[in-house]
């Protein structure tokens, strides 16, 4: 008996020194951490087409194709177009398999990349048609015009997302 209480208690301190994973607790962060059992306060928020982080849980995949080659074509049209107008600009534009249809979206990056999301093109075609596609990338070529000339401090970050608004509006007005 003696022996069984004393291997007991030695299991039980054990299994109660493990240690805790510190990781980003948040289901709706980038860094989201499934293994994680005590949040460290790491957590990125995914902050609107500016968040996208690459090789983070959330971010999703970079891929090569929406599944249909006329959308291909059509897409890689509106991307030379733009490329086009928005010429001083230097951007490299993908697709981005974003991890659930709740996270659809488009982002650009300070590193040069507009990354258009494969679930925020097929829902916006089914719903609205082919002309806010156009006006969502040229929003994230606003975004990388704004990045590119330095023009990050805004006193809200509304302003920075209408600026790139406008950027789109400009854009559709002239060239659609």
Known sequence: MKILIVASALVLLITSC???????????????????????????????????????????????????????????????????????????????????????????????????GYYLFHETLKNFGELPLAGILAHEWGHRTQQELGWQNYNQPAHRELEADAFSSFYLFLAK
Not at 76 to 90: A, H, M, R, T, W
Not at 96 to 110: G, V, Y
């Open 18 to 116: 493990t240690k805790p994973i510190p990781g980003c607790m948040d289901h709706n962060s980038f860094n989201y951490n499934p293994e994680a059992s005590e949040d460290d306060g790491s957590c990125i928020d995914m902050s609107g087409c500016l968040g996208w982080l690459p090789n983070a849980t959330q971010s999703g995949q970079v891929i090569s194709s929406f599944g249909n080659t006329q959308y291909d074509a059509k897409f890689e049209e509106e991307v030379s177009l733009q490329g086009d107008f928005f010429s001083d600009i230097p951007t490299d534009v993908g697709i981005l398999m974003e991890p659930s249809l709740d996270k659809k979206n488009a982002f650009a990056s300070p590193d040069g990349y507009i990354l258009f």
